[in-house]
């Protein structure tokens, strides 16, 4: 098939609310292909769950405004009814959430909702299939004793083993795009690792298209084909895993890279931290959204910056800052701290 | 399972036993007058006192008391000194009436009270949502005597739609059914206004929980998401409203809706027993009350184990 799997245009995602209306996304287009791992950073409210929800349509109400266009293979998602959006939900585009421990229903066994996942697309299942079929699947993400666990109600389960049931979940109906929106947050870090072997090994084995939304760069690196960083609703950088984590472009971005822990450089006395807090939605400064934090901000940055290919050499690299490539090279020696060696 | 029925039977004997202490207590140790004088009547005779003092055993230490008033009680020897009749036997003839009248009222009030607090919480903030709040606000509003007066003024006295002679036995279907109707709407209404707010609240919290989320993300039409996810889990605190009012009243706590309908069962006991200030009688039917509270709270403990399994299996969820 040509052109791309999923493929996201201008998409504006705002809220009416009390104190007036809130652009939790303000602009964000980017192509999905099969088999590729996309991940979508940023801190909270940058707008990058707004964002994946958006695209099954779960964040749909009367008080919700969408703009823009979203297309599962050439088919226009955001124009569609909800009955249509409950066919695409689950079986061509599949999401897990950040906290296994509250995902699940607590009155259900783990099999009987997975069943209920299988049967709402396909009726012709009949239950006792289904139960094999979600046994199967326990199975296959790693579940010891699947035949007989597949009954246990998700209490019973541990917090890796619940993230690995929803994605078992998630695969049911052999989707072609698995949205994870922050899967690894809730797990302690030995099962963080799991889960994103689990997430990559589906990936290459099925060429299940991922979208893998979250704050935690060291989960980026390690699967992640292409990144987009989010802030304020806004795009401000997109490229490569390489572009972003060898040449960053945008200072947010260097703020997220300079504030992880790293093994091979001595540790500093305190993880540095990108100063202030993000801003509010309701109340965005002008130009720039990074503007109040950022240390090199000047005359210029009063005007917001398009997403620009400011580099001769990768077009794909795009950002939002206007500072030249050269002086964001000169900026990010000073600093030094973000200490990125170029690609050997 | 089992050991859960066990452990919930002995922890509800318990409970009726300390009532039953507390009841005593009350009775005849807590006022400072001759409790034999209270319980022979306003118009006793020297020697009726002495012989319901010998009779229930004043003259000797408490715990014997104690036994002796409970084995009167419960092997259905008690006697009201007013009225001559014995109670346990009172009580037991007026159970047909009090159950007819409360199990009818309890079937309208969860169906209706679940109906209107699903269309509350599905349309919350919408004309209907707002429609069915005024409506169980004014039906909460409503004293049960008033809304007993106007029913029987206007459906009966009036336009003489429904008969109006008290309660009628079952032995005749459907004189039995439209001699309750205004009884049962009459008692019903405080409690549809009442667990329609309690679900539509409960309603709308669950709605906001991850799982129902993620029931959404997988497909799951609106209306399945909405009974087999959101209202299963909302129903826990309706069932615990449930079993302490349905208890109350098939105990003989709709007083004032069998007077008013002059239907004679526990509740119309009970008025008639405070009004002649008969101790014996009140004591009576305040075991009795309790009894079906503590029944109704165990009944309400395995409806809990059977929604949610964390309670069944005895295990916290994390």
Redesign the interface.
């Known amino acids: 098939m040509s052109g791309p799997l999923l493929e996201v245009d201008g998409l504006r995602v705002g809220f009416a609310t009390e104190d007036g209306r809130v652009q939790a996304v303000d602009g964000v287009d980017f192509r999905l292909e099969a088999g590729e791992v996309l991940a979508i950073v940023g801190e909270s409210g940058s707008g990058k769950s707004v964002t994946a929800q958006t695209i099954?349509g779960?964040t749909r109400s009367p008080n919700t405004f969408v703009e823009g266009s979203v297309k599962l293979n050439g088919e226009e998602l955001t124009t569609q009814t909800?009955?249509q959006l409950?066919?695409?939900?689950?079986?061509k585009i599949?999401?897990i959430?950040?906290?296994p421990?509250?995902?699940?229903?607590?009155?259900y066994?783990i099999g009987r909702q997975m069943v209920?996942?299988i049967r709402?697309?396909d009726r012709s299942i009949d239950k006792k299939a289904a139960h094999r079929r979600a046994a199967e699947l326990l199975d296959a993400v790693g579940i010891p004793d699947a035949d007989r666990r597949v009954d246990d109600?998700?209490?019973?389960f541990s917090?890796g083993m619940r993230q690995r049931a929803?994605i078992a979940?998630?695969l049911a109906l052999e989707p072609s795009v698995l949205i994870a929106d922050e899967p690894t947050t809730a797990l302690d870090v030995t099962i963080q690792a799991q889960i994103l072997d689990l997430i990559q090994d589906l990936n290459r084995s099925r060429g299940l298209a991922t979208i893998l939304i979250t704050h935690d760069l060291g989960v980026v690196a390690e699967v992640a084909d292409r990144v987009l960083v989010m802030y304020g609703g806004k795009v401000v950088e997109r490229g490569s895993l390489d572009d972003i984590f060898y040449d960053p472009q945008h200072p947010y971005t260097w703020g997220l890279l300079g504030s992880l822990t790293r093994l091979d450089q001595p540790r500093p006395h305190r993880l540095p931290q990108i100063s202030g807090a993000p801003p509010s939605l309701l109340n965005l400064p002008t130009g720039c959204a990074f503007r109040p934090r950022c240390p090199h901000e000047f005359g210029k940055c009063g005007e917001v910056p398009g997403l620009e290919a400011r580099l001769a050499d990768s077009p794909e690299h795009r950002d939002r800052c206007w500072l030249t490539p050269e002086q964001k090279r000169a900026m990010r020696q000073i600093e030094g701290r973000i200490g990125l060696e170029e690609p050997a | 399972m089992l050991r859960f029925l066990v452990r919930r039977l002995i922890g509800a004997i318990a409970v009726l036993f300390a009532i039953s202490i507390l009841v005593f207590l009350i009775f005849n140790v807590v006022p400072a007058t001759n409790p034999a004088q209270r319980i022979a009547g306003k118009n006793a005779t020297p020697q009726l006192i002495k012989s319901v003092e010998e009779e229930w055993g004043f003259d000797k230490s408490l715990p014997e008391q104690y036994w002796t008033q409970m084995k009167l009680i419960f092997t259905g020897q008690v006697t009201s000194y007013n009225s001559h009749v014995n109670i346990d036997e009172r009580i037991l003839e007026g159970i047909p009436a009090t159950a007819s009248l409360c199990i009818g009222a309890a079937i309208i009030w969860l169906a209706f009270g679940i109906l209107f607090g699903y269309l509350s919480a599905i349309r919350a903030g919408g004309f209907t949502d707002r429609a069915l709040t005024v409506l169980a606000l004014i039906g909460i509003s409503m004293p049960v005597f008033w809304l007993a007066s106007i029913l029987l003024y206007y459906l009966t006295y009036k336009i003489e739609l429904f008969p109006s002679n008290g309660y009628q036995p079952l032995s005749n279907p459907w004189e039995w059914f439209t001699h309750l109707i205004l009884p049962w709407i009459s008692l019903a209404v405080l409690y549809v206004g009442f667990y329609s707010r309690v679900l539509r609240s409960s309603m709308l919290d669950v709605m906001n929980e991850d799982y129902v989320r993620t029931a959404r993300a997988k497909g799951l039409s609106h209306r399945r998401v909405m009974t087999r996810h959101v209202l299963r889990n909302s129903l826990i605190p309706v069932i615990t409203l449930f079993g302490l009012d349905f208890g109350a009243v098939i105990g003989g706590g709709a007083i004032i809706t069998e007077f008013m309908f002059n239907i004679h069962g526990v509740g119309y006991f009970t008025a008639e027993a405070l009004k002649n200030q008969d101790f014996p009688s009140i004591m009576a039917v305040a075991i009795f009350g309790a009894f079906f509270i503590v029944l109704f709270n165990m009944f309400v403990d395995i409806a809990y184990a059977y929604l949610d399994p964390r309670i069944r299996l005895g295990t916290q969820a994390t």
């Open positions: 099954i779960l909800e009955a409950q066919d695409v939900r689950g079986s599949a999401m959430f950040q906290d421990m509250t995902s699940f229903n607590p009155v066994s209920e996942a709402a697309h109600y998700p209490h019973e917090g929803m979940m998630g």
